[in-house]
């Protein structure tokens, strides 16, 4: 079960509303790596695990901080909407690039959440499922996880940068150093990982490694003109990755079937062996008769 206490993790008030920056937080309360994605991340990974002990505690005390962490940044958004949209937006059309965007301030959060906070990211997308990781597997979780908590602190560092406030700022460091502990802790909980021998390997899932293609598992294709890829620390030394510099195209043409009639695509068998190797090849033959 969940229980709900009154207070807030941390404070979570501003010196002053600001509608403009209001929107702005929407993106670590609803974006692909704000606060909600964390939370239903962790939740579903500590449902999902199979073992029961230190790695689901973890997990679990983690998701259970972040559903605070929502809670706080919902209602800095509703203090910073004090007053919006009258007072905000006449102070905002001062500048004519902002008013062109009504003061930059989300209208819906006035006419939907009646001044308040909405699951949704910056520009107003709504928040999606599909933006949390939860396979079931814990080394490819937590490096998920890590990466997660680092672009979650690079998006709460600049928006630290976008205000004056005091009160916002005083949030926004204290959600700077839960972001760190938590990057701390998932790489952490990798190495402990191996250590306890439920991975021995940086590569995750740890299996069919005699399956996979042998001659393709290590290796680097030069596809771009940046020239520099070579020169890395990754192809250098005994665990070096060879860097392919002219790979050459394994497969033959990526040429579709024949459509279903019923479903309308242009096709012409005519072109459509015209265009295909096997075409070109009888088209050069043609002309050499």
């Not at 993106?27 to 790695?55: D, H, P, S």
């Amino acid at each position: 079960m969940f229980r709900h206490t009154k207070l807030l993790q941390f404070e979570a008030k501003p010196e002053k509303p600001d509608a403009v920056y209001a929107r702005k937080l929407q993106e670590l309360i609803g974006g692909a790596y704000g606060e909600m994605t964390v939370t239903m991340q962790y939740l579903f990974q500590g449902w999902n695990c199979r073992m029961e002990g230190k790695y689901k505690d973890l997990i679990m005390d983690t998701a259970t901080e972040e559903i605070g962490h929502v809670e706080m940044l919902a209602t800095m958004v509703a203090r910073l909407l004090e007053g919006a949209p009258a007072t905000a937006t006449a102070e905002a059309v001062k500048d004519p690039v902002m008013a062109a965007v009504l003061g930059g301030m989300d209208p819906q959060q006035a006419i939907v959440a009646g001044g308040g906070a909405m699951p949704n990211n910056a520009q107003g997308v709504p928040w999606m499922g599909s933006y949390i990781v939860a396979s079931g597997n814990l080394l490819a979780d937590f490096r998920a996880n890590a990466a997660a908590e680092a672009q979650g602190r690079l998006q709460t560092a600049r928006l630290y940068n976008m205000t004056d406030d005091p009160g916002v700022k005083e949030m926004l460091k204290f959600n700077l150093a839960r972001d760190t502990v938590h990057q701390k802790q998932w790489l952490a909980a990798i190495a402990e990982l191996e250590a306890d021998g439920l991975e021995d390997t940086p590569i995750a899932p740890n299996t069919l490694f005699d399956e996979e293609d042998q001659t393709h598992n290590n290796t680097i294709w030069h596809l771009s003109d940046g020239p520099d890829g070579a020169s890395g620390g990754w192809s250098k030394g005994e665990q070096a990755i060879e860097y392919l510099m002219e790979p050459k195209p394994l497969g033959g043409p990526g040429t579709a079937p024949k459509p279903d009639p019923a479903l309308y695509g242009t096709y012409s068998a005519a072109k459509d062996a015209a265009g295909t190797v096997k075409g070109k090849a009888k088209e050069a033959k043609n002309k050499l008769k």
